[in-house]
């Protein structure tokens, strides 16, 4: 115990390591905050200036950049209805809608609180439950990945306001964008009718940016002899009151989000739109309705997808295993650094393991502080006057885009992106649930498959399969309840109740 209390207080002790946390998570809030720039692009290159490093030094450099970007999406969210990341795509939905009333400090404040919550969540499963939560990750097989990709798929009826059709046609729309480029398990060329551009698929960020900042961009000339909205800042950080008022539906979606982030391929995208969904079935009385501005829109995706940190640190570092993209870039710098991330790290190297709790935990409290900074400066873009406003918004939009691959082709794909999501906001139709569907759809067509090959191509094995494994039949049920609630029936008993 005194050892492990040694090794979680290390980085702590030691100004060097300090500074690096505190740097790191700096950087991150930063960069994430800039579209196009992810924290799987930042861990990357930081790897090729680290790999002469010592092991310590470089993991808490990784550390701060992780914790921090992960919350750093939300700050474009709010204020431009640019989503910094995927996982602040849910964020969007109700924060933007804040800032349009004036309420942009308190709703970056609430997101900063709330996501040193869910950071400490997701931070003492990993410190606690990590054993327990990686066995549970592991019971997960091909076709529970499949229905967990349609649930996450029929949240376009949470997510598709107030008609359930238009919604999904918008989520295949997505998946149909998502399925283009070579299959990823036969190496077969779909809908890329002979173009070698589209042999990788199309770039799901400038999809994001196109379907999120451009469109919003030309919405907005229709408003450009509007004054901006005056924000209020004279109250950022939230009351204990607020806090407290939020505390169990951030406490439940943080627990979601470690769940979630702990299964291999994940990560906090989706985390975030499952608290999203799951905070708007279940919050009886929220501040205002659903994607007009509700402070419980903001609350639980921002809780989730920090909580999905810790989440994903458990399979990589008891198993060897990512849990999303961030962590599979970590798992190559410790081999860099000769580790063997699994099972044998926990037994010849215990010390990294409670290092990497207390670096998380130092990074969860720099980004308290940090977040919490700087804020009065960002609500000034918001108050810029539109003439001045929108442009930027497209010249921030076209870096972050071509930042990704330095291909100018992707310029060309955000703006078509966001010429076609300025026509389906205009005729009624939302442009979350067709991101949605790109990030889904794969994961939906490659865990059908194997699912199919594990039982030998035999379609009534599979459907036994549904309903003989227990969990397995768990979430069938959740998906069949999930369904039944979307029906016209359920909706009129609702009405009538």
Known sequence: MTDALSYFAMGWLDPWLLMLTAAGTFAGIYIGAIPGLSVTMAVSVLISFTFTWPVNDALALMAGIYMGGVYGGSRTAILLNIPGAPSAIATALDGYPLAKRGEAGIAIGISTVVSVIGGFVGILALAVAAPAISDFALMFAPRDYLLLAIMGILLVGSLSGESLAKGVFSGALGVLIGMVGLDPMTAEQRFTF?????????????????????????????????????????RIV?????????????????ALGVIIGALPGTGGDIAALMAYDQARRTVKNPTRPFGEGAYEGLVAPESANNAAVGGAYIPMLTLGIPGDAVTAVIIGALFIHGLKPGPMLMIETPHLFWYTVGNLTLANIFLLIFGLTGIRFFTRIVECPKGILLPLILVLSAVGTYAIQNNPVDIYWMLGF????????????????????????????????????SVEDSFPAFLWDLVSNPLTAALTLALAALLLAQTPVASLWKRRR
Do not use: C
């Open 418 to 453: 966001g010429l076609f999501g300025y026509f389906l906001k205009m005729y009624g139709f939302e442009v979350g649930p067709v991101i949605l569907g790109i990030i889904l759809g794969p994961l939906m067509d490659v865990s059908y498959r194997r699912a199919v090959i």
């Open 194 to 234: 002979g173009s070698v551009n589209l042999l990788g698929g199309i770039p799901y960020v400038a999809a994001m940016i196109g379907f999120f900042g451009v469109s919003e961009a030309l919405v907005q000339l229709h408003t450009l002899h509007m004054p901006a909205i005056k924000q209020q800042v004279s």
């Open 238 to 254: 939230p009351s204990w009151k607020l806090v407290k008022r939020f505390l169990p539906l951030s406490l439940r979606s943080s």
